[in-house]
């Protein structure tokens, strides 16, 4: 579609005198319905921005509960196509994020929990539109989303810089965010496209002081609230002439629970409270403003902007258009995959899949769960003994649905950082997506222990870890094998220096766990650390095959294999962190340092001079 004429703009009018009222809360909006048309296309000049929001909660928007304050996006809804239910496949970052980048569902691109690696199979969003010739760039704000974990692919500009937070929780504010996507934005030539992400709703909930919000979730309110005017500054500063010809995308990964069936955060269960997530498709001229009902799937994403660039939709995504809906219509897919494999990575637990249509949703549990969903929209009442046939019948649309071969995370597909690292003298190597064994226990029945390991963590985070570790030991005693439990309480004991104490811990957590990083690396750490260097070289490798692009890794594995005298390998991992980090002046002296001892001084002279000048900011 070419810019607006007037024969356009009148159409324009013609559809809004079609609009009505709509309630929503304490609000109105105008609600629009178009007739079916093919003119639904974008013009070729059409930059793409897609901002998602982190851990968003549906009703702390004003535009869908009318209770707070957001007006940057509540503005964006009410002049856009909005659907206040969408449906994420997963209530983790990580791998809904990937299901919006690749319009497909995590049991097809590989990613089912946060810190694996996304591998090369299928385009992404952003390589379909850097092939037709987008500029691209991507500013995220939370650690889950780090490079590292391969979402940077067909992304020119993968800005990651992360500055402030504790382990595990690093973050850049939103208004920094902000501030970096729009020094890009203002000197890129369209079309582009470019994705801003936002983390700061997640935990922990820290807003600046000015946005905090009353009543008993008010910090989380006000992390939204700070969101929002990132967003509205973000709006603003884009340029005039490039704001009228923009498709803007607004989204969130999942939401999260306060109390709701006894949750506190997200990731374990499959409810709506962190399954249902909005959205919202803006175009200045060429979109409807509108509001449905219907529940499209974030996996949707990917073709629907495809389809109104007028650009080649991949043959092999699960997701579909929602331009049908734009245009009067209804989805072609109505029904949506579910799955958190979080309950057994995380805690050694029965992993949960769900099948949601707008009517019903069941749940394969080891208890299963059967919901009428307009009815019983909060999920309280669980009719599966009450319909056992419509329960049945769903589990097998629900196989069926769920049928064909799961590819495996990148960790196992990296040919060329395996042959890095048989070089090394690495061997091993097991099943990233190991399928769990029958008969664990239903997470809904460890809601308890789950409760009490949050306790536990926020008082490691605190660093109290003799408290976080008698609670850690309070739940290993009814529950040995608890993968959590038995990660942080080791965490927990090398944290507080007691490195001996610490390391069978983590031994026993790479034993439940093979494929947790974060266990191998503290482990290695920790080996490491009291001098064990033989022991931990293999631990740092294993790191690195399940995050091959870990700099960390790479760089203590060069470190533990100087110390055990192996030092023309421990140059090579050395170069290697060199060569993922070129900007990092720490990386090049500790190559040339390697070097040095090593004899290869012409090298290490080099190096020493790169270093320098890096540090000098050069």
């Not at 982190?54 to 659907?83: K, M």
């Not at 309280?380 to 589990?395: K, V």
């Not at 990233?432 to 008082?459: C, F, G, H, M, Y």
Request: aromatic letters at 8%; glycine letters at 8%; hydrophobic letters at 40%.
């Amino acid at each position: 579609m070419q810019p607006a004429s007037p024969s356009s703009r009148s159409h324009r009018w013609r559809l809004l005198l079609t609009c009505g009222l709509l309630a929503s809360g304490s609000s109105w909006w105008i609600a629009c319905r178009t007739a079916p048309t093919s003119e639904l296309r974008l013009a070729p000049e059409t930059s793409v921005l897609l901002i998602t929001v982190d851990t968003l909660r549906r009703d702390a928007l004003g535009w869908v509960s009318g209770a707070n304050t957001t007006p940057a996006i509540d503005r964006l809804a009410a002049e856009g196509f909005r659907f206040p239910s969408a449906v994420t496949p997963v209530p983790l970052t990580l791998p809904a994020h990937a299901s919006m980048l690749t319009g497909r569902h995590p049991r097809r691109h590989g990613v089912r929990v946060n810190g694996q690696v996304l591998g090369g199979g299928g385009a992404t969003l952003a390589e379909a539109l850097n092939e037709a010739g987008y500029a691209t760039a991507a500013f995220v704000s939370g650690f889950p989303l780090r490079a590292l974990f391969g979402l940077d692919r067909g992304f020119q500009t993968y800005d990651d810089r992360l500055p402030g937070g504790r382990e595990g929780w690093l973050e850049r504010p939103a208004s920094d965010t902000t501030a970096a996507a729009l020094d890009w934005i203002r000197l890129a030539e369209p079309p582009w496209f470019v994705w801003v992400h936002y983390y700061d709703p997640h935990a922990p909930y820290e807003p600046p002081r000015s946005f905090w919000q009353p009543g008993p979730r008010g910090s989380y309110d006000g992390e939204v609230a700070y969101a929002d005017h990132a967003i509205g500054e973000l709006l603003a500063g884009i340029p005039e002439e490039t704001r009228g010809r923009l498709l803007t995308v607004f989204t969130a990964d999942h939401g999260e629970s306060f109390g709701e069936h006894e949750e506190h955060d997200h990731g374990l269960f499959l409810y709506d409270t962190t399954m249902l997530v909005p959205l919202i498709l803006h175009h200045p001229d060429a979109l409807p403003a509108g509001q449905s009902d219907a529940s499209p799937r974030l996996t949707d994403l990917m073709p629907t902007v495809l389809e109104l660039l007028n650009l080649r939709v991949p043959a092999d995504l699960q997701g579909v258009s929602v331009l049908p809906v734009l245009q009067g219509g209804s989805l072609a897919e109505a029904t949506a995959l579910l799955e958190t494999r979080y309950p057994w990575t995380t805690y050694g637990w029965a992993p949960l899949r769900a099948l949601r249509s707008a009517e019903w949703k069941v749940v394969d549990a080891p208890r299963v769960e059967l919901y009428d969903l307009r009815a019983d929209p909060l999920e309280h009442l669980n009719l599966a003994t009450d319909q056992p046939q419509r329960a049945a019948e769903m589990l097998r649309q629900l196989d069926a649905a769920a049928a064909g071969p799961s590819p495996k995370a990148k960790a196992l597909l990296d040919a060329e950082v395996l042959e890095q690292l048989s070089a090394l003298g690495y061997v091993g190597g097991g099943s990233v997506n190991e399928e769990p064994p029958e008969s664990l226990a239903d997470p809904k029945d460890r809601i308890a222990e789950r409760n009490l390991l949050l306790q536990a963590e926020s008082l490691l985070q605190a660093r109290r870890f003799a408290e976080a570790l008698a609670i850690f030991d309070q739940v290993l005693a009814s529950d040995p094998d608890n993968k959590f439990a038995t990660l942080r309480s080791g965490m927990a004991l090398l944290k507080s220096g007691n490195l001996r104490a610490a390391i069978p811990r983590l031994e026993r957590s790479t034993e439940l766990d093979p494929s947790q990083p974060e266990a191998r690396f503290a482990l290695a750490d920790a080996l490491t650390r009291v001098g064990r260097y033989s022991d931990a070289v293999p631990q740092w490798m294993e790191t690195i095959r399940l995050q091959p692009r870990r700099v960390a890794a790479w760089s203590n594995l060069g470190s533990a294999l100087g110390w055990d005298g192996r030092m023309a390998e421990a140059i090579e991992a050395f170069a290697q962190a060199a060569e993922l980090e070129p900007d990092n002046a720490d990386l090049w002296a500790n190559l040339a340092a390697a070097e040095r001892v090593a004899g290869r001084h012409s090298d290490a002279e080099a190096h020493f001079e790169k270093a320098s000048r890096l540090a000098d900011g050069g």
